[in-house]
Nanobody
Protein backbone atom coordinates (compact mmCIF):
# COMPACT_ATOMS: atom_id res chain seq x y z
CA UNK A 1 0.00 0.00 0.00
CA UNK A 2 1.21 3.54 -0.73
CA UNK A 3 2.04 5.79 2.17
CA UNK A 4 0.68 9.30 2.06
CA UNK A 5 3.22 12.13 2.08
CA UNK A 6 2.23 15.52 3.46
CA UNK A 7 4.37 18.64 3.35
CA UNK A 8 4.23 22.40 3.67
CA UNK A 9 3.66 22.88 7.37
CA UNK A 10 5.45 25.46 9.42
CA UNK A 11 5.15 28.25 11.94
CA UNK A 12 3.31 31.44 11.11
CA UNK A 13 1.76 34.35 12.92
CA UNK A 14 -1.98 34.75 13.17
CA UNK A 15 -3.39 35.98 9.90
CA UNK A 16 -0.68 34.27 7.89
CA UNK A 17 -0.94 31.65 5.18
CA UNK A 18 0.45 28.24 4.41
CA UNK A 19 -0.05 25.76 1.60
CA UNK A 20 0.00 22.09 2.43
CA UNK A 21 0.55 19.36 -0.14
CA UNK A 22 -0.50 15.74 -0.13
CA UNK A 23 0.18 12.86 -2.47
CA UNK A 24 0.88 9.15 -2.39
CA UNK A 25 2.32 6.53 -4.72
CA UNK A 26 -0.54 5.32 -6.90
CA UNK A 27 -2.94 8.07 -5.85
CA UNK A 28 -4.97 9.56 -8.68
CA UNK A 29 -6.91 12.79 -8.21
CA UNK A 30 -9.49 11.71 -10.80
CA UNK A 31 -10.19 8.44 -9.02
CA UNK A 32 -10.05 9.04 -5.27
CA UNK A 33 -11.33 11.59 -2.82
CA UNK A 34 -8.70 13.15 -0.57
CA UNK A 35 -9.73 13.82 2.99
CA UNK A 36 -7.84 16.20 5.25
CA UNK A 37 -7.71 15.96 9.02
CA UNK A 38 -5.99 17.69 11.87
CA UNK A 39 -5.19 16.78 15.43
CA UNK A 40 -4.39 19.36 18.05
CA UNK A 41 -2.53 18.40 21.24
CA UNK A 42 -4.83 16.62 23.64
CA UNK A 43 -7.67 16.43 21.14
CA UNK A 44 -9.05 13.82 18.80
CA UNK A 45 -8.30 13.91 15.11
CA UNK A 46 -10.99 15.84 13.27
CA UNK A 47 -11.99 15.99 9.64
CA UNK A 48 -11.60 19.43 8.11
CA UNK A 49 -11.97 19.18 4.34
CA UNK A 50 -12.37 16.90 1.34
CA UNK A 51 -12.03 17.09 -2.40
CA UNK A 52 -13.54 14.36 -4.52
CA UNK A 53 -12.50 12.90 -7.86
CA UNK A 54 -14.39 15.54 -9.84
CA UNK A 55 -13.18 18.46 -7.74
CA UNK A 56 -16.16 18.92 -5.48
CA UNK A 57 -15.04 20.26 -2.12
CA UNK A 58 -16.45 20.22 1.39
CA UNK A 59 -15.18 22.01 4.48
CA UNK A 60 -15.70 21.95 8.21
CA UNK A 61 -17.50 25.10 9.25
CA UNK A 62 -14.52 26.30 11.30
CA UNK A 63 -12.29 26.55 8.21
CA UNK A 64 -14.83 27.45 5.56
CA UNK A 65 -13.88 30.63 3.75
CA UNK A 66 -10.26 30.44 4.95
CA UNK A 67 -9.08 27.09 3.60
CA UNK A 68 -9.25 26.09 -0.05
CA UNK A 69 -8.60 22.68 -1.59
CA UNK A 70 -7.35 22.12 -5.11
CA UNK A 71 -6.04 19.16 -7.06
CA UNK A 72 -3.32 19.02 -9.68
CA UNK A 73 -3.95 16.11 -12.02
CA UNK A 74 -0.53 16.32 -13.66
CA UNK A 75 1.23 15.56 -10.39
CA UNK A 76 -1.70 13.84 -8.64
CA UNK A 77 -1.17 16.17 -5.72
CA UNK A 78 -3.81 17.81 -3.56
CA UNK A 79 -3.16 21.22 -2.05
CA UNK A 80 -4.72 22.78 1.02
CA UNK A 81 -4.30 26.56 0.88
CA UNK A 82 -4.78 27.99 4.34
CA UNK A 83 -5.16 31.70 4.91
CA UNK A 84 -6.31 33.83 7.79
CA UNK A 85 -4.72 31.32 10.13
CA UNK A 86 -5.68 31.46 13.78
CA UNK A 87 -3.91 30.05 16.86
CA UNK A 88 -6.70 27.47 17.12
CA UNK A 89 -5.60 26.09 13.76
CA UNK A 90 -2.42 24.83 15.40
CA UNK A 91 -2.35 21.07 14.87
CA UNK A 92 -0.73 18.24 12.97
CA UNK A 93 -2.41 18.05 9.58
CA UNK A 94 -2.84 14.76 7.79
CA UNK A 95 -4.51 13.57 4.63
CA UNK A 96 -5.71 10.22 3.38
CA UNK A 97 -7.47 9.06 0.25
CA UNK A 98 -11.11 8.12 0.62
CA UNK A 99 -14.26 7.66 -1.42
CA UNK A 100 -14.13 4.34 -3.28
CA UNK A 101 -13.26 1.32 -1.14
CA UNK A 102 -10.08 0.74 -3.13
CA UNK A 103 -9.01 4.29 -2.30
CA UNK A 104 -9.72 3.79 1.38
CA UNK A 105 -7.79 0.55 1.62
CA UNK A 106 -4.88 1.15 -0.76
CA UNK A 107 -3.08 3.85 1.23
CA UNK A 108 -1.63 4.22 4.68
CA UNK A 109 -1.38 7.26 6.89
CA UNK A 110 1.69 9.44 6.53
CA UNK A 111 3.60 11.35 9.18
CA UNK A 112 1.49 14.46 8.90
CA UNK A 113 2.79 18.01 8.81
CA UNK A 114 2.80 20.38 11.77
CA UNK A 115 1.16 23.78 11.57
CA UNK A 116 1.80 26.20 14.40
CA UNK A 117 0.07 29.56 14.52
CA UNK A 118 1.20 32.11 17.07
CA UNK A 119 -0.85 35.06 18.25
Amino acid sequence: RGQVVESGGGSVQAGGSLRLSCTAPGFKTDVCTMDWYRQAPGKLREWIASIDHVGTTAYKEAVKGRFTLSADKASDTVFLQMSGLKPEDTAKYSCKPGGKMTCVTSFTWGQGTQVTVSS
